[in-house]
Each structure stands twice: as C-alpha cells, then as structure tokens.
C-alpha cells in the first residue's frame, strides 16, 4: 500500500507499477530458487557451505507435522482458532484505526512483528530508532522537514540491501562465508 501512495506522490502509474513488482517478484523467487539449488548442488545442503540450517528446517519440519497430524488425528485447536482469530480482528482494526485516525500513533507493522517469533530480536532496534527519529522529526520539524527527509530514508534502507548484496557477492567471489545481515 505505501509503494501505490509513493506511486501517486510521484505521479507514477498503478498500472506500471503493479507490472513492476510483479516483474520483480517473479524475477526474485527465480533467482532465489535458483541460487540455492546451485548451492545445494555445489556444496550439499546440509553442509556447513551449504547452509545455516535454517532453509533446511523450513523443508522438513512441514511434512513432520503433517506426519504426525496424519499418523495421530486430533480434533481442532479451538483456543489456537480464537488466538489466530483474535490476531487477524486486532490487525485488522489497528489497518483501519491508521488509515482513519491520522493521530493513531500504533502502526500494525509492530502488532505483526511483535508475534512474529524468530525476527523481532534481528529487527526490533531498527524499528525503534526509525520510530524515534520519525516521532523526533514530526514533534520538532513538522510535516515538511519530515517529507524532505523521506528520500535520505529511502537511501538507507536501499543502501542496507545494497551493501547486503555486495557482502553476499563477495562471499561467493571469495568462496568463503561472510556476515549474514538477516536470518536464511
């Protein structure tokens, strides 16, 4: 949603920009698939070299649950139910709370990440200091110092996946492991 209002911003197409990231999503999860069959290939995929452990979890625990769902029938998780239920009626209600009340100061993003298990240690300071600075820059500065500042924003956040990328290739150029900026 906030790339079609940047689109409307900058007087970009919805049309054209949906093309792109649809382009760009089909371009990234065949580059995704790709690189880490050439990995596993190359090097195994439970090697050290081939992964952290991480990817191949994620393939197998799925049909382990299955297993044990299929080889043991339970009836349905009703108190799971409600608590998912639950989770989908507060975001839901925190969605329509930001794009109705423009003072609501709870964005849902932080709802989602608070539960989102694994991810909130690796995102949680980043997201506090972007709030920081964005409740800093809107109580002193105003919504104009705040509009000038989105592109020097938008820079860091590229820059951040950008360096992510160079480290990455530098990796596979130099055929050893490098830091990894985001687990899997």
């Known amino acids: 949603m906030e790339a079609f209002k940047m689109a409307e911003v900058?007087?970009?197409?919805?049309?054209?920009?949906?093309?792109?990231?649809?382009?760009?999503?089909?371009?990234?999860?065949?580059?995704?698939?790709?690189?880490?069959l050439a990995l596993y290939y190359r090097y195994g995929a439970l090697t050290p070299q081939g992964d952290n452990g991480w990817r191949s979890y994620n393939g197998y625990v799925p049909f382990r649950l299955l297993d044990s769902y299929l080889k043991n029938p339970r009836p349905p998780d009703l108190p799971r139910l409600g608590w998912l239920s639950g989770g989908f009626?507060?975001?839901?209600?925190?969605?329509?709370?930001?794009?109705?009340?423009?003072?609501?100061?709870?964005?849902?993003?932080g709802f989602v990440l608070a539960h989102a298990?694994?991810?909130?240690?690796?995102?949680?300071?980043?997201?506090?200091l972007g709030w920081l600075v964005k409740a800093l820059i809107l109580r002193y500065g105003q919504m104009k110092l705040y509009r000038s500042a989105i592109p020097f924003f938008v820079g860091l956040i590229l820059g951040d996946i950008c360096i992510a990328c160079l480290w990455s290739l530098l990796g596979v150029l130099l055929d050893t492991q490098m830091y990894m900026f985001f687990p899997g």
């Open 89 to 109: 009626a507060l975001t839901t209600l925190l969605i329509q709370a930001r794009a109705r009340l423009p003072w609501w100061p709870l964005h849902p993003t």
């Open 117 to 128: 298990g694994y991810s909130l240690p690796w995102v949680w300071f980043p997201v506090f």
């Open 10 to 36: 900058t007087r970009i197409s919805p049309r054209h920009l949906t093309a792109w990231l649809f382009i760009a999503s089909v371009l990234a999860v065949l580059a995704a698939f790709v690189s880490v």
